[in-house]
């Protein structure tokens, strides 16, 4: 007899959607009595769910949801959207640098080519703020790759955020090539994309 385990809901505050844990984000009352955006989902201290868009955790802020959920005053940074968009942001800088100490990260135009037309990158990176020329060279190859429509094209950080990632080094164009940290800094991704959406 096989059981199927429970999938763990919560309501968005926003919204009043009762929608599973994975598919929300938590906020959680500091010992300061602010509230802060528990992006690992696993800081201590009583939470709040959000639906995982900008849009949405301003909206909370604005309609002052937290206080109302949690049935209690509580402080809010000047621009909580925000405040979460930067902490996100470092968890996708944070798996980039362990793919790198992995040896999953190739950097520098050439070597980025390389993987491309080996078919070993999983992502390819670009600088955000990446000049236009480079860019276009760059969306070229994946065109006549074939690859425009398949891999994923992380270009959501700037050079400086990068270079974070890759040990102060100013690289425009990366590439990553595998491991379980690729995996990671997809996911993280994925997440970052989702909550900038227009909705």
């Known amino acids: 007899m096989t059981t199927h385990r429970q999938i763990a809901t919560r309501e968005c505050c926003v919204t009043k959607q009762i929608l599973p844990k994975t598919e929300l984000m938590r906020f959680v009352v500091g010992p300061d009595d602010q509230i802060y955006p528990d992006v690992t989902g696993k800081a201590g201290g009583r939470g709040v ?8 955790v301003a909206e909370a802020q604005k309609r002052k ?7 209690m005053q509580v402080k809010m940074p000047d621009d909580l959207a925000g405040l979460t968009q930067e902490h996100l942001e ?8 362990l ?4 040896g999953f990260l190739v ?7 390389s993987a491309l037309e080996s078919d070993k990158a999983r992502a390819l990176i670009t600088a955000q ?11 070229q190859l994946l065109r006549v790759l074939e690859l425009d429509d398949t891999l994923p094209h992380i270009d959501i950080l700037g050079a400086e955020q990068l270079s974070l990632a890759f040990g102060g080094k100013n690289v425009i164009h990366a590439a990553l090539v595998g491991g379980a940290a690729a995996n990671s800094a997809l996911e993280r991704y994925k997440t970052l994309v989702r909550y900038l959406a227009k909705t």
């Open 49 to 56: 769910w959000v639906t995982p868009t900008a849009h949405h």
């Open 65 to 71: 949801a937290f206080t109302r959920a949690l049935k």
């Open 90 to 97: 470092n968890r996708l800088i944070g798996a980039l640098q």
């Open 99 to 102: 793919a790198r100490k992995g």
């Open 107 to 113: 950097m520098g135009a050439v070597k980025v080519r």
């Open 129 to 139: 703020d990446a000049r236009e020329d480079g860019r276009r060279k760059m969306m």
